[in-house]
């Protein structure tokens, strides 16, 4: 089996543009890099990048500035609906959020990536593979589309509540500028910014995003038949807000970060 090529097909995948909050729902082993990451009953995304490690976001395994304790993380992969498919999951062995990840109360996400090293290896099959990561010199078009998924939180009556099946979405990369713009009209906290280290994806007129519940997933592009990691969802402002975009992680930019910190444990 190879990384970012999943053995089933959405047939419909280009055409979906529905937003993942009341979303597509992903048949089986359409997404197998897509893991839910349970931390003390709270949960957000992750992907899977190697046999024992789970790529998601800083924001995601921190508690008041530091990593979470690895007995309270649960990892389960392999998993489209949430009521039928989970096991007991996979424990994290060890915690690594990058150094300069900023205190999350200060409201600057940049440098939000971390990777969880697990306790057990994983077996690859079918509804459980690799995504494969970016290539160096790995470009970010605007209005490439690119694949969102997560078990996301949906607005019911006014309220939120969890969705319990895996969601998919296509949105476009959005320019640089045009999403720097949207967030300066926002918010007026001016420690709230997009730096290179992010980017945007998302439609100008709202209705389709990535939300709360789906933190720490993938944004995948697809190239030469198979996807890989451009992106981990990392913020924004009320998902599918019209004139407003999601901001995700630019994983391309961490290549030797996950490359070293791999290496060394």
């Known amino acids: ?6 053995t089933t097909k959405v047939m419909s995948l280009r055409h979906a543009y529905q937003r993942i909050i009341g979303g597509n729902e992903a048949p089986e082993n359409t997404i197998p890099w897509q893991v839910l990451v349970s931390i003390d009953g709270a949960r957000g995304g992750g992907m899977v990048i190697a046999d024992r490690w789970i790529m998601t976001a800083a924001h995601l395994v921190l508690a008041y500035g530091n990593p979470v304790p690895n007995d309270t993380i649960r990892v389960f992969m392999g998993v489209t609906d949430v009521n039928t498919d989970l096991n007991l999951g996979v424990q994290a062995a060890s915690v690594y959020v990058h150094p300069d990840y900023n205190n999350p109360n200060s409201g600057d996400y ?3 990536i971390a990777l969880i090293k697990l306790l057990d290896p994983i077996t690859f099959n079918p509804s459980i593979m690799p995504i494969c990561l970016p290539a160096e010199d790995a470009t970010y078009h605007t209005g490439t589309m690119g694949l969102v998924s997560g078990f996301d939180v949906k607005r019911i009556d006014g309220t939120r509540a969890l969705k319990n099946k895996l969601q998919y979405v296509q949105l476009p990369v959005v320019n640089q500028e045009t999403c720097s713009n949207s967030i300066m009209l926002m918010t007026k906290r001016n420690n709230l910014r997009l730096t290179k280290n992010m980017f945007c994806a998302g439609f100008p007129e709202g209705g389709k995003d990535s939300c709360g ?5 993938p944004f995948a592009l697809h190239d030469n038949g198979q996807f890989w990691a451009a992106g981990i969802v990392s913020w924004g402002f009320d998902c599918g807000k019209q004139g407003a ?13 996950i490359t070293k910190t791999i290496q060394e444990n």
């Open 213 to 217: 519940g789906d933190g720490g997933g």
């Open 110 to 112: 940049s440098n939000d």
């Open 245 to 257: 975009y999601g901001v995700y992680t630019k994983v391309s930019n961490y290549l030797s970060w």
């Open 1 to 6: 089996m190879e990384s970012g090529n999943p």
